[in-house]
C-alpha cells in the first residue's frame, strides 16, 4: 500500500487543522492506520490510531480530547481532525498502515507502510 499525507500548514495556537491521508493499492480495510509525528530533535512519537473497520481508536494521552482519527474504507482515506492545537504539536506528521487481515478491530503496535510526512507548525 503507498500513502500519501497532506493538509499541513501553519496555524496559531488554538487553531485547527485536518490532515489527509490517501491510501492507494491493497483492500484499505484490511488495515489498521496511524498518524505518528516527529519533532525537531525529537524521536518519532505515535499520534493516533484507527483499526480497518469498526472505528476503534487509540491516542496518545496528550492529544486526547482535541485530536479525532477517522477513516473512509470506500475512498481509502484516513484523517486527522486536529483542535485547539499548541505549540508543542508542532511536527512533521505521517501516515502509517498496518496489516491487520482478519482482525477488523485491531490496532496493532508495528506498523509497516509509511508516507512522506506533511509539516504542522502551530505559533503561539
Known amino acids: 500500500v503507498q500513502l500519501q499525507a497532506s493538509g499541513g500548514g501553519l496555524v496559531q495556537a488554538g487553531g485547527s487543522l485536518r490532515l489527509s491521508c490517501a491510501a492507494s493499492g491493497g483492500t484499505f480495510s484490511n488495515y489498521a492506520m496511524g498518524w505518528f509525528r516527529q519533532a525537531p530533535g525529537k524521536v518519532r512519537e505515535f499520534v493516533a490510531a484507527?483499526?480497518?473497520?469498526?472505528?476503534?481508536?487509540r491516542y496518545t494521552d496528550s492529544v486526547k480530547g482535541r485530536f479525532t482519527i477517522s477513516r473512509d474504507n470506500a475512498k481509502k482515506m484516513v484523517y486527522l481532525q486536529m483542535n485547539s492545537l499548541e505549540p508543542e504539536d508542532t511536527a512533521v506528521y505521517s501516515c502509517?498502515?498496518?496489516?491487520?487481515?482478519?482482525?477488523?478491530?485491531?490496532?496493532?503496535?508495528?506498523?509497516?507502510?509509511w508516507g512522506q510526512g506533511t509539516q504542522v507548525t502551530v505559533s503561539s
Open positions: 484507527i483499526s480497518g473497520m469498526y472505528s476503534n481508536t
Open positions: 502509517a498502515a498496518a496489516t491487520i487481515s482478519g482482525m477488523p478491530n485491531f490496532i496493532p503496535t508495528r506498523f509497516d507502510y
